[in-house]
Each structure stands twice: as C-alpha cells, then as structure tokens.
C-alpha cells in the first residue's frame, strides 16, 4: 500500500485565490512527522512545513497552512493568496518513528507530487 | 551557500565515460541520501547513509556507486550508464532517527546519458 497519496496530478488556481493540495498517509507508527516541499523547474526541493503527530495545532508558515485530520490520516496543505511564485511540483512526505536507525535512520517517504499553476 | 551543495548542476556523459557527483553538507548532519528523479516518475530512493554507513541500497544497478568518506560528503560514482539513467539526482542530507526532522535538499545534478 502507498504511504502517502497525493490524488491531484496538476491544479490550477488564480493569482491571489487560496488553494488546498490533498494528501494522505499510511502508517500504524503513533509516532511520525509530516512534511511539504516545493519543487520549482529549477529541480531544487524546497521545505515549506511540519506537522508532528502529537502537535494538536495545525502548523503555519506564512501562507502555508497545513490541515491536519490525524482520524482520516490527511495533512492538505493550504496556500492563502497564490502568487505566480508558487508555480510547482509540490510533494507530501511522512517519516515514522518505528523504523529506527538500523530501518534507514527513519527515511522520508515522499508521494508522487502536485503540479500547481497559478494563472493571472 | 546552501546548506547541502551539489556539484556540477548539469552532466552530459557518453556511455563509456566515468564520472562522479558530489555532495557536500554543511549542517551537522549525519544522514545522507541520493534520489533519483527521472521525468513523471515519482522519487526513488537510491542510497542511504547513516554515521557514513550503507544502510540502504535500493536494488540500484552497480554502475552506480556511492562513497561516503566522512558524515559531510557524498559521492556517487558513475561508469558506462545508460540512456535511461538520464535523470535529476538529489543529495538530501537529515538527522537519522528523528522523526521531526525533515531533509536538506541540495539544487541536484542534472545527467544527461548520450
């Protein structure tokens, strides 16, 4: 099974508009760490926010907001005010904490990405 | 500087060619990672290093060759490659076992295989 599904291949969102990527997860660890990357055509993969698994709050950065649902396992990243900037491959990503170094140190398992476009 | 720096930004190598990549962190870390990223293809974990030790190899053919020599350097070796290892690499470097931690990418190494 996936651990971490992204359903969207590609978005569209108008400059200034909000837009929500969906991401889900698979895991049976109490135990884990969520992340957001940013991917521009330069290939460089940008961190953009965290959630851990006991965090009650949902994180924020900036524009990015992270909606964390720990009962249906989904950790939607929110973008308030698009700008044409955040043109991207974005990507959802989950470390569990049972795997333990000699399990890879707690690898970063990364889903198949988000193309977002923002449009004028 | 980044905090993970990748050298060279871009490669074309002829299948008979040797070369190497380079990855060089600067933030303590000590876990290191190559991925490949090939067009509409998801990422693929290739190695994994922790404390400058193998501890993952993900069924990656032995025309690639990593080497750690120390927690701050990574390098992947690479000798008579194919077209289709045509791909964006990426150095990632994290703190192993630490679930809050996410990963440092470096700007990667674009391969082109002729």
């Known amino acids: 099974a996936q651990k971490i599904t992204q359903t969207q291949p590609g978005m569209f969102v108008q400059e200034k508009e909000a837009v929500t990527l969906d991401c889900t997860y698979d895991?049976?660890?109490?135990?884990?760490?969520l992340f957001w990357y940013k991917q521009p055509s330069s290939g460089e993969m940008i961190f953009l926010i965290y959630?851990?698994?006991?965090?009650?709050q949902n994180a924020t950065e900036g524009r990015y907001s992270l909606n964390f649902q720990k009962a249906r396992k989904s950790a939607n990243l929110v973008i308030s005010a698009s700008q044409l900037g955040d043109s991207a491959m974005y990507f959802c990503a989950m470390r569990e904490g049972s795997e333990g170094l000699t399990g890879g140190g707690n690898k970063l398992t990364f889903g198949t990405g988000t193309q977002l476009k923002v449009e004028l | 500087e980044t905090g993970v720096t990748q050298t060279p930004r871009h490669l074309v190598m002829g299948m008979t060619n040797k070369k190497s990549l380079k990855c060089e962190q600067h933030l303590g870390h000590n876990a290191m990672y190559w991925y490949k990223q090939s067009a509409k293809k998801p990422l693929e974990l290739m190695f994994v290093?922790?404390?400058?030790?193998?501890?993952e190899n993900n069924s990656v053919p032995s025309r690639f060759s990593p080497e750690c020599p120390n927690s701050s350097h990574l390098f992947l070796h690479l000798h008579t490659l194919q077209p289709e290892d045509s791909a964006l690499y990426l150095c990632?470097?994290?703190?192993?076992?630490?679930?809050?931690?996410?990963?440092?990418f470096g700007s990667g190494t674009r391969l082109t295989v002729v």
């Open positions: 290093y922790n404390f400058k030790e193998q501890t």
């Open positions: 895991t049976s660890d109490q135990s884990y760490g």
């Open positions: 990632a470097s994290s703190q192993a076992g630490n679930v809050g931690y996410g990963y440092t």
């Open positions: 959630q851990g698994s006991y965090d009650e």
